[in-house]
Every structure is written in C-alpha cells, then in structure tokens.
C-alpha cells in the first residue's frame, strides 16, 4: 500500500508542471474580488445597524476566504469552506439561537432589557399638566449656531397669544415686536434661526428635550409645530428598585420580569423586560397539565399521520409509476405530465381550495357523493380529509421518484425474473420492490420527517381543529409543530422563549425517530 | 493540514455565531402563519380579511423592507396604502420631505418583527384591538392630540386611542357590524331575529334561497361575529373598571345574559339560521349570488356587493325575542407611531396635525367606507353616500373592541365555545362555563 502510494506521488512529480492559463487567474482574482466586495458591503450594513459582533464575525470569514482561496495552501478547505460556512450559518446558528432563546423569557411584552423597558414604562406615563396650555411650536437655534448641533431653543405661543422663548433652564416671555408671526405660530425671531420640518428632523436629541418648568414637568415637542407641558407620573428609585406612581402613591416593585404592585392590588405596569429563566420554558411543557394531557394524543396522531401520509402517497406513486413503466401504453408522456400537475400548484393554493371542497354545505365532495359527512367539524372526519389532501399533494413526488428509480433497475435482473417464470406480482414482491426501496428508502425518511412538521398543511385546512369541547387548545388533527405554535405564539402572551423550548423537543424527537430509519436504510443497500 | 484547515473553519463557524449574538433574530415564525391563526384574523381589521378572502394568493409572508432613503416610511395594509399614498404625496409636498407607503400583508406581525430588528417604519395603520399589545412591546408612542382637537372627534373612536389614560394614535374611521339586506329579496327589514328566520324560511320554501343567513361561525368559531348575540342579552366578554376600560380579571363568558345569547345561538343553529359551514371563505359570496337575502357583515364587504350588483340596504342589528338590540363591537381605524421612528418628528407631525384634517379623513374614508371619526368630516361624506349613516346607525350602542392584551385568549376558546352551541354539540350552560374557566386560566397563565 504504502509503495504503491509513494510510486504514484514520484510519478505526479515528475509529470511536466501544470501551467494555469492566465483567464483562469484573472477569473480566479475577479471571483475573489467579488466576494470581498459583497461582504464589505455586507459589513458596512451591519455596521450601520450597530452589530459590532456580526461586522468582526463576517470580517473574519472573509479573510479565512482570502486564505482559503487566495493560496495555493489548504487544498480540502477549498472544497469544504463554502459548505461550512452555509452549514453554520443557516443550520447550526438557528439551532443554537433556539437553544438560547428557550432559556430566556423572551416573548411579547418582554422584549427589551429592563432599562429600556422601564423607560419606556415611564414615558408612557407622561400626562399633559392638568391646566396646562397647548402651545404653537416653532423650533430654533441662536443665530451663528449650526442647525445640526447647537443648542435647540423653542419659540412658543400660548392659547391667548402670548409669546414665549424656551431652553434648557427654562420659559421666558419673548417681546412681540421682535417676532414675527403667522397665524399663531412664530416664523421670524431676531436673533434666531427657526428650522424646517426636514432640519427638525434630523436632530434626534428633539425628543428628548424638554423646557423645564416647575414640579418636574417640561414643555415637550408633540411633532414639529405644537408644544405641550407634560410631566411623567412614575418615579423610579434606583437605587430602591421601586418605582412610585406620584398620582396614586402606588409602588411597584420588579417581580416575574416587570413592575408589579407592591401591594398585589391593581394590573402591573405595561412594559416587562427579558431576562434568563433557566429551564423554566421546559419545565412547564413537563408540567403543565394541558400541555402534558394534549402532548401524548397529538404526539400518537403525528405519528400516525406522517406514516400514513407516506405509506398512502408512496404506494399511490408507486404503483402509477409501475403502471406508466409499462411501454405498451401509449402516450405516456402526456399521462406523466398530467400527473406532475398537482404537484406544480402551490400548497397554499390547494390547501385552500381542498378546504372549501369539504364544507359539509356547499363542499363538492359532498355534493358529488350525496354524503352529509362533517369533514372537518368532526375529529375523524377532519384527519381523513387531511390524509386525502396529502394525499393528492403528495403523489406527485413520489411517482417521479418512483418513475425514476424504475427506469435505472438493470433489465438482466428483471429478465432472469421472467426466465425463471415468476409471476408478475412475484417479481413485484422479491425484485423490482427490494431494488425500488433502495433507491427510494432515504427519501421515504425525508418524506416522513417533512411531513411530521408539516405546519402549512394543518393550518391552512383545519388549523388543528376541531377542538375539544373545554379545550381550545388541543386540537383533534393538530401536529406537534401546530400545537406548539398556537400554546406558544397564540395564548394571551405570545412567549418565544415557550416556543423554542416546544421546538427543541420536538427537533429532538424527530431526530430519534429518524435514527432507526436511517439505519435500516443502509442494511436495505447491503442487499444489493 | 486538514487539522489545520479544520481548525480555522471552526473558529470561523465560532466568530460567525458569536456575531449572530449580536445581530440579526431568527423568529419569522409569527408572520410565516401571517392571517391564518384563528382567532386574530377573525378579529382582525376588515380590510386584512376582505383580502384574504379574496385571493389566497396574497397571503404573502415576505416581509417589506424599510425603505432607507425616505423621511417618512409607513406601512399599511392594501387597502388602505393607495389612499394613505395619497396623503402621504401631499404632506410630502407641502413640507418638502420624501414619504414612502409601503404595503404590508399583515402589518401587526410584520411591524412587530420588524421593530425587534430594529427596523421598524414610523407609522402604521392599525386597529384599536391592536393598541394594548403593542404597548406591552413598548412599540408605539403616546400621541398628544390637544383638547381643542380631540373633541372634534367622534368620542368613541377617541376613546378607543386611549390605554392606561395614554392616547397612542389618531383614528380615522369606524367599523362595525350590521345587518345587509338583499332589497330584491326582502323588501322589508326584519325587526326582531324571530322575524327574519320567518322571512328567511319562506325564501327557502319558495326556492329563492340556500339559507336563512349567512352569518360567519366556521368550525372552529367567530367569537367576533358572535358577540352581537352575547351583548343583545346584556352578556359580553370582560366587565369594566370604574374608568371605562376593561378589565382582564372580570370575564364574563358565563354570565347569564351570555349564556341566554348561546341559547339564541343554538336554536338558530337548529333551524339552520347559523350554520358552522359559513365562514370567511363563504359568507360573502352566498350573499353576492344572492343564495342568501341576509348577511351580518361589515363595511369592508360591500365592494364585493356592489360588483355583483346587488341592490342591498344596510339596517341595524335585529333584536333577540327575550332580550334587546343586538349590539356589535366597534372597531376604530387608527395610525400609530413607532416608539423608535428613526423620523419620530415628522412621524407625529403628520399624525397630529395633518391626518386630524378634514380633507385627510375625507380621504381616508374612501378606504372601505367607514364613517369617518372626525365629526365635520362625517358630516360631509353623509351627504355624499347614504350608507355611511346607515353604519353609524347600526353601531349605536356597540362597545369598543377590548384593546388588553387580555383579549387574546378569548377569541379562540370563546368561538369554538360558539362554534359547538351552534352545531348542536354541546348544551349552551356547560360549555360556555368550560370557556368561562378555560380563558379565566389563560389569562392568569399570562
């Protein structure tokens, strides 16, 4: 072995030096050049956005690149570093997102940290000072000060007529003659420079400024040309963790990711924040007693529907295939073609379209068939109607799989089968059957772990439905993959945190299932 | 060599989700079943659901993208975009800025994930029921409408911009339920339920029609379309606090006026007057092929009518024999602005002091023809197109669609509650005390 390998590396070796022709280096270098290109481009977005992380993480892949590429070291990475990157970022970091995205509350009203969270809390609270007048607006800065940076200035009008000048010390009257106004609002003041709508625009410190007045509160800019005196309700205690609303005297305190009442009277404050929460998220799903009582029936008709739905699709595509194999048919083409069809038409379409022909009414199943069955008010009604619907989507694929596979089987094998006299069902049975699994086994698998999170289908015909009486959360033909969407991102509060957790064990139960099949897979090729 | 190459791809893959960390989120997954979850969509505005019925096609679930270059970036639904565009070209004139109205299939989902990234537009055009949600996000800012602008508004649909005592957006029109009556069919306009399935009955008789009514129930229920019947009894969805607002900790699905609503519902489901074979996919059109003389829709329906050329009268809701009116929710249009609007200036100036003129309600009034919320503005299309007080009219007595978070566990267990009353499977009483005790449990659930 180990001659015969160093033979042939003398015998490369002495081959002539192969000389690359200069198009390929220059194709090489634009390619090169292109890549850099379009992740600087990349790169400056992300810098835009403010992801400091993401602009060092695509920096670092375009320079691995450039080794990769740009030497002529690290032969197997050149095939390998495309693959690992996609790999990467669009299987392994979604799954790692998930995982870390379960350990945290994150979800609806709990989306930011709990600084912003409270501010929030607080400008939401902010109420015009009762009394208070409404004032026109004109934004300004003094004269000789840049537009884009000096100190802002507001020139109001009050109700009466009053014309006043405000900064960040506080209100003074303005005299009329040195202001010019148009109806009520202030267009011209000596000393100032008033800014339009686009320059006001762009100084994003408006929004926080604000002239004070007394008790705390400050007349704040509501758009670009009205002005309101507004003081916030909330007082947050730093360094107590309480905030205190000043009206009510109620105090909340952090609890569960938000301000709650301290005394446990009244609704907490609106806004929670994100925080971790550990294994919580997996914790309630082995818990909960709806989650627990619905996750065993719907786990069993999962099953039974992926199995059934490639089962029922497969044999329907098989024996299509079989009987479209046959060369005394004639235009077989056009049969085939036909056939693909439902296949071309968007689940979306179909789905919709297959739910509006089992209406019980008006459906045209109904009508055709003189049944009154309720298809999908009914729970074995509405699992048949989803398998029948899988069904017609379904075939398609597996004929051409099947149409495929059939026409590589090598013709001695099916000869000695006839030779020896077998019958046709017999040569079914023990020869073209074994060979078609081979080739078509994996894909089964595909099919069935496709099927298994077969979200769109559900949720366009039946949206799990029809549900229990008492349970609106357990649905009789829900998936796992339905049921998980609708406790976690339908329920009062839509939790992603919920959600990832729902969706981690359901990765991890697919990836059991499908351990077995692939394993029978490979003895299925020893066969041959 | 391969170690080495192996090694530097690791520590690749490790830089690229270490920058993950920082950057893009993965959730697509509320707006990839955008309009399809039950209970939402059927709560959700009219113009989302007389789209979705139209052309499943659209149902899309690409998200649009912030347009970067303009001052002034909205998203709408596409209903409402070619009117709000209109406004929009004029405000941009009048103050030299560049607005850009972009069309979003689901706005409420889209804008959510969109405001997580960080890349959210500076207004929006949305429903009152949304308002409570939004806030928990601390997604929309307050809005300040002065005194003397506020009252020249309808007070309902000012009411409804209001959460916690904040007013979070300015409304522009109000939709509600009402009964839309075949002329043709049924000169007369049935006072009382009992009257209209005598009507209807003898339209089926005489083979005019398929169906007393076309009311949505669905399989899986319309809690939306089934509140009328709740309210009529003096029942409802959650009691008030003394400041109006309601109040999450006070549902009553169970009470008696409800549960003698179900009892209506289920003895019309026995006739035949409400059936769960009547959905969004359906309603509309036994009513435009005129296989039906009555449906309880909204304005967002009468497009489709007037194309089919159906000469219809729009009446209030009938009453229930043994109750009152019927009285359905009201919901009020409104445009919110995003608590991060990279234009925030410019974002409230065009809500507060443009979209409050008459002409830009006249304008929004075309958008599926609700009576407008600003009073002078109502008067005026009044004049124009009869309809509009034929709307007002049938809303009278209606309460606002609840705007808490709370909401969102109701819509689900309340329909299919319905949905089983109505095909005869359970008995009135004991399935909507199941509901009663599912939402109570979901709404402590949080």
């Given at each position: 072995m180990a001659a015969t390998a160093s033979t042939r590396e003398e015998s490369l070796t002495s081959l002539p030096p192969v000389t690359t022709p200069w198009w390929a280096h220059l194709c090489k270098w634009g390619v090169i050049a292109l890549g850099i290109v379009l992740t600087f481009y990349v790169a400056t977005k992300l810098a835009d956005a403010g992801h400091t992380f993401a602009v060092i993480g695509v920096a670092f892949v375009a320079m691995c690149g450039l080794l990769v590429y740009g030497t002529r070291r690290a032969v197997p990475a050149k095939y390998l570093f495309f693959g690992v990157v996609l790999l990467v970022g669009l299987q392994v970091w979604p799954i790692v997102y998930t995982a870390a995205t379960s350990l945290t509350n994150y979800g609806q009203g709990h989306l930011a940290s709990k600084e912003d969270a409270t501010r929030q809390d607080i400008a939401y609270s902010v109420q015009q000072v009762a009394g208070s007048p409404t004032y026109t607006l004109t934004v300004a800065v003094k004269d000789g000060q840049s537009i884009s940076s000096g100190d802002l200035y507001f020139l109001l009008t009050d109700n009466k007529g009053q014309t006043y000048v405000g900064d960040k010390t506080g209100l003074k009257p303005l005299a009329k003659d040195s202001v010019t106004l148009q109806a009520g609002k202030i267009v011209k003041a000596d000393g100032f420079t008033t800014l339009?709508?686009?320059?006001?625009?762009?100084?994003?410190?408006?929004?926080?400024?604000?002239?004070?007045?007394?008790?705390?509160?400050?007349?704040?800019?509501?758009?670009?040309?009205?002005?309101?005196?507004?003081?916030?309700?909330?007082?947050?205690?730093?360094?107590?963790?309480?905030?205190?609303?000043?009206?009510?005297?109620?105090?909340?305190?952090?609890?569960?990711?938000?301000?709650?009442?301290?005394?446990?009277?009244?609704?907490?404050?609106?806004?929670?924040?994100?925080?971790?929460?550990g294994f919580d998220n997996f914790r309630t799903i082995f818990t909960d007693s709806t989650i627990r009582g619905g996750f065993l029936k719907i786990f069993i008709w999962n099953v039974c529907f992926a199995a059934l739905s490639v089962l029922t699709t497969f044999v329907f595509g098989m024996l299509l295939a079989l009987l479209l194999n046959d060369?005394?048919?004639?235009?077989?083409?056009?049969?085939?073609?036909?056939?693909i069809l439902p296949y071309a038409v968007p689940v979306f379409v179909s789905a919709l379209v297959w739910g509006s022909m089992f209406n019980q009414q008006f459906g045209l199943i109904n009508n055709l068939t003189h049944l009154d069955i309720?298809?999908?008010?009914?729970?074995?009604?509405?699992?048949?109607?989803?398998?029948?619907?899988?069904?017609?989507?379904?075939?398609?694929?597996?004929?051409?799989?099947?149409?495929?596979?059939?026409?590589?089987?090598?013709?001695?094998?099916?000869e000695a089968a006839k030779i020896d006299g077998a019958s046709a069902w017999r040569t079914l049975r023990s020869v073209t059957g074994p060979l078609l699994l081979v080739a078509v086994g994996p894909l089964l698998i595909a099919s069935f772990a496709f099927n298994f999170n077969n979200f769109g289908l559900i949720q366009l015909l039946t949206q799990g439905g029809p549900f229990n009486s008492g349970n609106a959360q357990i649905g009789s033909s829900?998936?796992?993959?339905?049921?998980?969407y609708r406790l976690a991102l339908g329920g009062t509060t839509p939790d992603y945190g919920l959600a990832g957790a729902v969706a981690i064990i359901i990765f991890a139960l697919v990836a059991l299932m499908s351990f077995p099949g692939f394993l029978r897979s490979k003895q299925l090729e020893e066969v041959n | 060599m391969i170690k080495r190459t192996l090694a530097v791809a690791l520590a690749s893959a490790t830089a690229l989700t270490l920058?993950?960390?920082?950057?893009?989120?993965?959730?697509?997954?509320?707006?990839?079943?955008?309009?399809t979850d039950a209970g939402t969509s059927a709560a959700a505005t009219g113009g989302a659901k007389s789209t979705a019925a139209a052309?499943?096609?659209?149902?899309?679930?690409?998200?649009?993208?912030?347009?970067?270059?303009?001052?002034?970036?909205?998203?709408a639904d596409a209903t409402s975009a070619p009117y709000v565009r209109q406004l929009a070209t004029q405000f941009g004139k009048a103050n030299g800025v560049k607005v850009a109205v972009q069309i979003a299939n689901d706005v409420r989902g889209q804008y959510e994930t969109a405001f997580k990234a960080g890349q959210a537009p500076d207004v929006i055009v949305g429903a009152n029921d949304w308002t409570g949600e939004l806030v928990a996000n601390g997604a929309i800012a307050p809005v300040q409408l002065p005194a003397d602008v506020a009252s020249g508004f309808n007070a309902q649909a000012i009411a409804a911009t209001k959460y916690n005592n904040q007013t979070y957006a300015v409304p522009y029109g109000v939709e509600n339920l009402a009964l839309v009556r075949n002329t043709a069919l049924a000169p007369t306009a049935p006072k009382t339920m009992d009257e209209l399935v005598s009507m209807g009955q003898k339209l089926k008789k005489a083979g005019k029609v398929t169906n007393i009514l076309s009311d949505q129930v669905g399989k899986t229920g319309n809690a939306y379309n089934g509140y009328p019947f709740l309210s009529a009894c003096g029942g409802g969805i959650f009691g008030t606090k003394a400041n109006g607002d309601y109040d999450p900790s006070k549902v009553m699905v169970n009470s008696a006026g409800s549960i003698k609503g179900a009892t209506e519902m289920a003895e019309l489901g026995k006739v035949g007057a409400l059936s769960t074979n009547i959905d969004s996919t359906n309603a509309d059109t036994l009513f435009a092929t005129k296989k039906t003389a009555f449906e309880i829709t909204g304005p967002w329906s009468i497009p489709a009518f007037k194309k089919a050329g159906i000469k219809y009268s729009i009446d209030p809701l009938p009453s229930v024999a043994g109750c009152g009116p019927m009285k359905p929710f009201l919901g009020v249009q409104m445009f919110f602005v995003?608590?991060?609007?990279?234009?925030?200036?410019?974002?409230?100036?065009?809500?507060?002091?443009?979209?409050t003129t008459k002409s830009a309600q006249e304008t929004l009034f075309k958008v599926g023809q609700r009576p407008p919320a600003l009073t002078a503005a109502y008067d005026d299309v009044t004049k124009s197109d009869p309809d509009v007080a034929k709307w007002?009219?049938?809303?009278?007595?209606?309460?606002?669609?609840?705007?808490?978070?709370?909401?969102?566990?109701?819509?689900?267990?309340?329909?299919?509650?319905?949905?089983?009353?109505?095909?005869?499977?359970?008995?009135?009483?004991?399935?909507?005390?199941?509901?009663?005790?599912?939402?109570?449990?979901?709404?402590?659930?949080?």
């Open positions: 339009n709508l686009l320059q006001a625009n762009k100084r994003k410190d408006l929004g926080q400024f604000a002239v004070p007045t007394k008790d705390g509160g400050g007349i704040k800019a509501s758009g670009f040309a009205a002005a309101y005196e507004g003081k916030p309700t909330l007082d947050w205690d730093k360094k107590a963790g309480t905030i205190t609303d000043t009206t009510t005297k109620q105090v909340y305190v952090a609890k569960d990711a938000q301000w709650v009442p301290k005394n446990g009277k009244g609704q907490p404050l609106p806004v929670g924040w994100k925080e971790n929460v060369s005394r048919i004639r235009g077989r083409g056009l049969y085939r073609s036909l056939l309720d298809w999908l008010g009914n729970a074995w009604g509405a699992r048949a109607a989803i398998l029948i619907t899988n069904l017609w989507l379904g075939f398609p694929y597996m004929f051409i799989v099947c149409t495929g596979a059939l026409q590589s089987l090598p013709g001695d094998v099916l829900d998936l796992l993959i339905t049921y998980a | 920058a993950g960390c920082g950057g893009s989120s993965s959730d697509g997954s509320k707006s990839s079943a955008a309009g052309a499943p096609t659209e149902v899309s679930t690409k998200n649009p993208t912030r347009d970067k270059s303009a001052d002034l970036v909205i998203w995003s608590s991060k609007a990279k234009n925030a200036t410019i974002a409230q100036t065009f809500v507060t002091s443009f979209l007002a009219a049938a809303a009278k007595g209606g309460k606002l669609m609840p705007n808490i978070p709370a909401m969102n566990s109701v819509w689900g267990p309340l329909g299919q509650a319905m949905a089983d009353v109505v095909s005869g499977k359970s008995q009135p009483k004991a399935r909507f005390d199941k509901a009663q005790q599912e939402i109570v449990k979901n709404i402590a659930k949080g």
